[in-house]
């Protein structure tokens, strides 16, 4: 979508903006972006990926100012915490009675199949696949990127056991480090055990402050045990969706030819919208817990680090851009040397007008980097509210080195899975 560049006398780039045609710089490495509005979303990933990120980002657009309202005056937030958890758990204890239903009724039928009845064997088998379905399953820990060994990573992990040690927390379970410019927070197992996800592309370009910023906000998470995080709440979520995906059999032209076959799906394809709805109706519920554990994460790890590295650090959160472009040229031209020496320069270079776009970005009325988080001016209002002037956590240069030289051993292999992944991206 970009428009012709031009080259003016001061060797400057300029273009056209595509909305309004106004004369508007253009920058190799950074993001065109108009004045005018053009080019000013958060992310190119921004519009709803489903039915379930639509009706979430609804919501918050509906209830996010009153929940930042309540949240910066605190006005009965442990009623309305209580209240939401009470329902959430019950909504939930609904899914899995549905299931527990399936498999009483599965055991009966058996019954019935030994007393002779061997028919009801066949519905049996029928009802113990559907039980199977529904059952809750254990999350298994899923990543594509490198399990860090507390040897190897030693200095990396001191960190964030100190982070944890502040938050009185017991230390996490594993450090990830994996190839995307995002980072994140999962429990998984028998035991919900806990990891932390960072991606280089990201933590790569934090100072060590803002990296204390970004680590105390995923651990923050754990302290919060919001719903979304809590076994009992997700793995009906999951169930839910699992329905709904079941029931809404994907789009074919040529079985809707088949007069029973389409009349067979649209049937199916609403009784879809029965978990649908419930899904819908459980987000309701748990939005408010969710989101008001994400202006606590940042709460918690402002106290870490500082409220002006934690301000510093989501600004830094919409570089998504300039990191796919720096990769993109990377591999179409087929630049020599490491890609995240060159990378990095271009990221610690920022220009003014970089800067401005992402002050602008921030301060849109709803936007916002992910739909599980709440937009960023209100993020940004919450943090300036609670102003933390000093910091819990602080690396010395000495320490702060070690962890930029361990981070330094991984960029190769990571690298090179961010080289493929966008390799095979290209076909
Ligand atoms: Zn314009
Ligand atoms: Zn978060």
Known sequence: MQAEATVSQTDETYQACPSCGRRIP????????????????????????????????????RIGKKLLQDMIQDSDAQGKLFRGRLLTNLFSGLVHAVTAALLIGCCYLIVKGMQGYYFFYLLAAVVALAVWFSMPRIPKLSYDGILLSRQEYAALYALVDEICEEMRLPRIDGLILD???????????WRMKRYVTLGLPLFGILDREERIALIGHEIAHGVNRDARRSFFTLSAYRTLIRWHDLLNPQDSLILERNWAVFLSKNVLKLLSYI??????????????????AEYLADALSAEMSGTEAMMRLNDKLYG?????????????????????EAYKAIALAMPERERERIRRVELLEGSRLDYTHPPGAYRIQFLQ????????????????DRIEAELKKAEPRIEARMIQDFQASLY
Not at 39 to 57: K, V
Not at 275 to 291: D, K, N, R, T
Not at 387 to 396: C, D, N
Request: charged share 20%.
């Open 26 to 61: 253009a920058h190799a490495n950074y993001r065109s972006w108009c004045e005018c509005g053009w080019n000013l979303e958060p992310s190119d990933q921004d519009a709803p990926q489903g039915r379930i990120e639509a009706t979430y980002l609804k919501l918050g657009q």
């Open 179 to 189: 190839h995307r410019f995002n980072a994140s927070y999962a429990q998984a197992g």
């Open 275 to 292: 978990p649908l709805y419930m899904a819908v109706g459980f987000i309701h519920l748990y939005y408010y817990e969710s989101q008001r």
């Open 320 to 340: 998504e851009q300039t990191f796919s472009m720096a990769l993109q040229r990377y591999v179409l031209n087929g630049q020599q040397g490491s890609f995240f």
């Open 385 to 400: 509210r609670h102003y933390r002037s000093s910091a819990k956590v602080a690396l010395t240069d000495e320490r702060s």
